[in-house]
């Protein structure tokens, strides 16, 4: 999740502050401070008997989402300090402040570390350094997984259901995008209403809808449990936010940002219909000046070289690959179909995702037996030819988040801009505000559809392309 100038190719944007997103910086915070483990369980565990209650499931309307701001429990997530793990250091690169340039509040920042999970088959190698070439999580057996396909991919977790937000830590600390947001911990997020599993057995995350909000809007970020390195992860979403002032992700992240990597799957902004894919690196990752003759999306371009995917040498704009070509890929008009799967493999090949709308998603996909190969030509395509998947990307989580306005959706010059990613009025015009922050505390019922409905995330591994 990023901000990228590389997004106007026509207008250079005004921003001292770029987004960095979930960098590993030490948990000291003046506003709030990190619990232990054991704290962590107690708030949890009373929260749970306090609201059991009350359990209800409500179905999402996707027009009218005041009938999901109800109460909803199920069990949260409650982590023994046994499993809890961090994959890396969690200090700056080289714990030289000065390597980002752009950070202005490091003491409100918190560890984004994901937690493993001691049950897991998929077990990763820690990284040594940055610079280290790290080796892919192939471990697992086959007879270990609940399913195997022809190609070899075979399942290793599912996080679907009302064990959906079992899978999870929420976090909520201040956003680093610098949002108008209040990401809630998890027993005020089901408690609120704004986390839910709906009648048809899926995932809801949504943003307060309350009119008027004085400092920021309450909502949802969540890091997976799960700590991967290689594999190919499925995630089939029916509804995603959308709207002025949004700013939706589905994305993964390694430690010692950017040296363990970003992957960002699904991305984008306000009334975008166009979904960005793009990667986040240290120094080192290019990628090949025919990559476009592999992909259906194509390379954005910005003031900085499109093929280097190093964040630093780009002032965060890394390499991405917008979707024109897909109608109905992301936003409105994904959620007008009723959404799709998204697919991403990061194998020895490098790091592919693919986008499959609700009437056409592979049979394979469905039987729990993906097979790439037969997929056709990706979304996006990012080649190892330059770029090694090992070294450059290593010990992943996977993140949901909806933050609002922040340093991409609210810059100014993206506010009041029109004409690319499927937007064509700015939303300064469509919304009569002349600041993204302002709409969004004033105007709680236009996120409505700022919402998550998410049937699943699967993981599956491969002994050979991994």
């Known amino acids: 999740m990023h901000i990228s100038n590389l997004l106007l190719p026509l207008l250079t944007l005004s921003i001292s502050t770029p987004a960095v997103s979930a960098v590993h910086i030490n948990p000291h915070h003046n506003k709030k401070s990190l619990s232990t483990s054991a704290q962590k369980q107690i708030k949890r565990e009373g929260v749970l008997a306090s609201a059991q209650?009350?359990?209800?499931?409500?179905?999402?309307?996707?027009?009218?989402?005041a009938t999901c701001q109800v109460k909803f429990n199920a069990t949260s997530i409650v982590t023994s300090s046994s499993t809890e793990?961090?994959?890396?250091?969690?200090?700056?690169?080289?714990?030289?402040?000065?390597?980002?340039?752009t950070l202005t509040n490091a003491n409100e920042w918190a560890?984004?570390?994901?937690?493993?999970?001691?049950?897991?088959?998929?077990?990763?190698e820690s990284a040594s350094s940055s610079s280290s070439s790290v080796q892919p999580s192939s471990t697992t057996s086959a007879s270990s997984s609940e399913s195997t396909s022809s190609s070899g991919w075979f399942k290793v977790e599912e996080w679907s259901g009302n064990s959906f937000f079992d899978n999870v830590n929420f976090w909520e600390w201040s956003?680093?995008?610098h949002g108008t947001v209040d990401y809630l911990n998890s027993g005020d997020a089901w408690n609120s209403g704004l986390i839910s599993i709906n009648s048809n057995n899926r995932a809801v995350m949504a943003v307060d809808t309350t009119q008027v909000v004085s400092d920021a809007r309450k909502s949802i970020r969540i890091h997976g449990n799960k700590i991967f390195t290689g594999g190919l992860v499925l995630m089939d979403a029916?509804?995603?936010?959308?709207?002025?002032?949004?700013?939706?992700?589905?994305w993964s992240n390694g430690p010692n940002w950017p040296e363990g990597g970003e992957i960002d799957i699904l991305e984008g902004i306000n009334d975008f219909s166009q979904n960005q894919v793009s990667l986040h690196t240290g120094n080192g990752c290019t990628m090949p000046n025919t990559m476009n003759n592999n992909q259906v999306g194509q390379l954005t371009t910005g003031s900085f070289d499109s093929y280097n995917c190093a964040s630093y040498a780009t002032s965060n704009q890394g390499c991405g690959v917008r979707d024109s070509t897909d109608s109905n890929a992301y936003g409105a008009p994904f959620n007008a179909i009723g959404g799709g799967v998204?697919?991403?493999?990061?194998?020895?090949?490098?790091?592919?995702v693919?986008?499959?709308?609700?009437?056409?998603?592979?049979?394979?996909?469905?039987?729990?037996?993906?097979?790439?190969?037969?997929?056709?030509?990706?979304?996006?395509?990012?080649?190892?030819?330059?770029?090694?998947?090992?070294?450059?990307?290593?010990?992943h989580f996977n993140i949901f988040d909806t933050t609002l306005c922040g340093d991409w959706a609210g810059a100014d010059g993206v506010w009041n801009y029109a004409g690319y990613a499927g937007q064509d009025q700015s939303c300064a015009a469509s919304t009569g505000y002349s600041t993204c922050s302002d709409y969004v505390l004033n105007n709680?019922?236009?996120?409505?559809?700022?919402?998550?409905?998410?049937?699943?995330?699967?993981?599956?591994?491969?002994?050979?392309?991994?």
């Open 53 to 65: 209650k009350n359990k209800v499931k409500r179905l999402v309307k996707k027009k009218k989402r």
């Open 85 to 101: 793990a961090t994959s890396s250091s969690t200090s700056i690169v080289n714990d030289d402040t000065s390597a980002i340039p």
């Open 111 to 124: 560890n984004a570390t994901g937690t493993a999970t001691s049950t897991s088959s998929w077990e990763t």
């Open 175 to 177: 956003d680093p995008t």
């Open 238 to 250: 029916y509804h995603m936010p959308t709207g002025c002032g949004t700013w939706p992700a589905w």
């Open 342 to 352: 998204y697919a991403m493999r990061w194998s020895k090949a490098g790091i592919t």
């Open 354 to 395: 693919w986008f499959f709308p609700r009437t056409n998603i592979p049979s394979d996909i469905t039987a729990d037996a993906p097979n790439p190969s037969s997929w056709g030509t990706p979304m996006a395509n990012f080649p190892s030819d330059d770029c090694s998947p090992y070294q450059f990307f290593y010990d």
């Open 444 to 466: 709680g019922a236009a996120f409505a559809d700022a919402y998550w409905e998410v049937s699943y995330v699967k993981y599956f591994n491969s002994t050979s392309e991994v």
